[in-house]
C-alpha cells in the first residue's frame, strides 16, 4: 500500500488550500473544498474495507452512494492544512444508506467534514447531472468579489455583465456566468439546495454578502473560474468610483465568445 500523504490528491489539496490562504480569500476557518475521487486510485493508497468511523449527514446524498471525496474539515483553517493533512482533511464515501458518510482516513483529532458539506454534496450531484466529469466544489471569501457584493446590485444578470466587462478574458472563462443567491443562512440544508439548483445552469454561485462556490473538473479548472473572477472583481473596485472612459463593448464580447466557440449566456449581453 502506497503512502496517502505522496498522492497526488492530498497534494492538490495542500497547494491549493495553502495557495487560496496566501490569496487572503480564506481568513480563519473560511471556505472550504471537495473533491470527488477516483475509487481505484484510492485503493492504491488506503484499505477501503476499514472505516474508522460513521458520520451522519444530514441528508439524503443518495445518488453519491459509493462515492469517495477528500473533504476539508470544519473549524480547521486553510493556512494549518499543509503542514497537518491528516488532521485538517478527511477522505470520506457516502455509505450505502445515503444518509452517512464512512470515515477512510484523516480528521485525526475527532473531527469531521465542513459544515458546508450539504452544500457541496447537493452542488456535487447537481453539476454531475449536467457535467459527468465534474469533480471539484470550491467555496472561499475572496476579497474584491466581496466587496464588489456591497457595492453592486446582486443581480445574475448584471453581476455577470460587470465581471465580464472588467476583462477581456472572463466571457470566455465563464460564458455561463455567475448565479447570484441573496443572503442565507450557511451550514444549512437550504443554501445547499438553493447552491445545487444554481449549480444545474452556473459553475460559479455568489452567496451574496459571504463568498463564492465554484466548480470544475478539475483543481485547477475550478480555481481559475474563481480566480477571474475575483480578478474582475478587484478591477471593478478599483474603478467603480473613477469615471468610465473606456469599456468593452457588448459587441467585442459576442465577438470573442464567438472566435473562442464558447456556449455563452446571450441573455446576459444586450441587443
Ligand atoms: O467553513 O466558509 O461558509 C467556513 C465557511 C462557511
Ligand atoms: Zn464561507
Redesign the pocket.
Known sequence: MKNIINASFVEEMRKTTANMYQLGW?E?????ISYLLDTNEVAEYLDLNEVKRIIPLGFDAAPLIGKIFIV?G??KYFKNIDADPENNLGIVRIAADGQTAELLWGYSDGGKF???FP?HLMSHMARLSVDPKNCVVM???PTHTLAMNFVHELDERKFTHTLWEMCTECIVVFPDGIGVLPWML??TNSIGEATAEKMREFRLVI?GM??IYGAGKTMDETFGLIETVEKAAQIYMLTAHLPRINTIRDDQMKELAEYFGVDYRKDFLDG
Open positions: 480564506d480563519r476557518n473560511g471556505g472550504n476539508t470544519t473549524g465542513t459544515s458546508e452544500a467555496h472561499c471569501h450557511c451550514g452567496w459571504h463568498g
